[in-house]
């Protein structure tokens, strides 16, 4: 089983030379730490950021650089800083290759909700509805079940949605896997040391299995 570290070591994994990629907040900002060597890409942020490096070290803060999610963040030589407006202009002229983005539930048709629970207060949706209508790729990274042990991966999401069939890959704690154009969810990869039948169980949404599923590696 992976934590939240190891969640975004394998998200990291997806991400091709070349791509111009947002990070979403939570699990998705880990992403930025673990970009394999030899990978050359441009990290965009919503707040109005290219070429956004690693968290600093301990010390080596500047507040005045943060991230969409309010985190202090390091810039990478040739970055450029600019306003809101024209960020969200690259997002919704499809600029951005891959969108990597947190989430609360999963359906098995790819719809996504991640903004709200009703009954509590919320500052606002963000750029999540801007970034998943716009993206041509999207991969959550996510919890497989919430705290009280319920499944996260739905055959129909019961939180408001933030985009309707735009999710392409998940990678859980538990697992990797990718919505089928059909509907469902297929089973590429079992976390270490968790089984196929622990992934079925947690799943309430349409699991599918085809042959040997292998595990991951880190």
């Not at 707040?47 to 490096?53: I, P, R, S, V, Y």
């Not at 359906?107 to 709200?116: F, L």
Request: glycine fraction near 12%; aromatic fraction near 4%; charged fraction near 20%.
């Amino acid at each position: 089983m992976l934590d939240k570290i190891g969640i975004a070591k394998r998200i990291a994994k997806e991400i091709k030379d070349g791509y111009y990629v947002n990070l979403g907040i939570g699990i998705p900002t880990l992403v930025a730490n673990y970009i394999p060597k030899g990978i050359n890409i441009v990290l965009q942020s919503e707040n109005g950021l290219l070429g956004m490096g690693p968290f600093p070290f301990d010390g080596e803060e500047d507040p005045d650089l943060i991230n969409a999610g309010k985190q202090t963040i390091t810039t990478l030589p040739g970055s450029s800083i600019f306003d809101s407006a024209l960020s969200f202009g690259m997002i919704r002229s499809q600029k951005v290759d891959l969108t990597i983005l947190g989430a609360m539930e999963v359906s098995e048709n790819g719809d996504i909700a991640n903004w709200k629970i009703p009954g509590k207060m919320v500052k606002g949706m963000g750029g999540a509805m801007d970034l998943v209508a716009s993206a041509k790729n999207i991969i959550v990274a996510m919890q497989h079940v919430n705290k009280a042990g319920e499944s996260k991966l739905l055959a129909e999401c019961s939180l408001p949605l933030t985009g309707v069939k735009c999710v392409k890959k998940i990678v859980t704690e538990l697992a990797v896997l990718e919505i089928i154009s059909e509907g469902g969810f297929r089973l590429l990869e079992r976390a270490p040391g968790v089984s196929v039948e622990e992934i079925r169980i947690a799943t309430l949404g349409k699991l599918i299995i085809e042959g040997e599923i292998p595990e991951m590696q880190l």
